[in-house]
């Protein structure tokens, strides 16, 4: 029981730091920056565009596996929930807030680190993880690669995506100075979480 409480608690966190990183408004993560395209694109709200690429990522893990498992359809309860914080948190608690440059700076920063640690925490609780992690995870144990290096690798896509979608539909680019950090941050410090807290859980069980 306590897991899952954890396991709740930590998706409210991310949903919080991804949030925070939204409304600085200088670039988001590679991953957040396609819906925050889409946004550009359709001013749909950006948590309901956040839910629309999470259901590609998990369509993706079912023609991956062959077959639909279980936590792909609790991930897709993930990411309804998930968008529904984020855009709660976006549009009533801090819609009518004014940042300074450097404000926005600093809540990217924070924003960040915080989602890196709390998805890198999901991984390593093994209970369900958000969509492009979960895929990521697939791809890894599919043809047995690291699994940082391919969540790096989905980031380069998905950076390349975005430069292209902006391009063609000559919308806003999402890609800005927070999503260079994103990409230099991101990974690492989500990596290091799981492996810490892997590590913790085997030694608490052993």
Not at 160 to 176: E, N
Not at 178 to 206: D, Y
């Amino acid at each position: 029981m306590k897991k899952y409480c954890l396991f709740i608690l930590t998706l409210m966190v991310v949903s919080i730091g991804d949030s925070l990183c939204f409304k600085a408004n200088i670039g988001v993560s590679p991953y957040e920056a396609l819906a925050l395209t889409f946004n550009y694109m359709s001013h749909i709200k950006i948590g309901t565009l956040t839910l629309f690429v999470n259901a590609c990522m998990i369509l993706f893990q079912v023609i991956l596996s062959k077959q639909l498992k279980v936590k792909y359809v609790l991930q897709f309860f993930i990411s309804l929930f998930f968008g529904m914080i984020v855009n709660t948190i976006v549009y009533q608690l801090l819609g009518g807030i004014t940042l300074h440059y450097y404000q926005s700076l600093i809540m990217e920063i924070i924003g960040l680190c915080i989602s890196a640690s709390g998805c890198g925490l999901l991984v390593a609780l093994n209970v369900c993880v958000f969509p492009c992690e979960g895929f990521a995870l697939t791809f890894s144990n599919t043809f047995k690669v690291d699994f940082q290096k391919t969540r790096q690798v989905i980031d380069i896509i998905l950076v390349i995506s975005c430069i292209s979608l902006s391009l063609i539909f000559q919308c806003g680019f999402a890609l800005r100075e927070g999503t260079i950090i994103a990409a230099c941050i991101f990974s690492p410090i989500m990596g290091f979480v799981q492996r810490s807290v892997t590590k913790r859980l085997s030694l608490h069980k052993g």
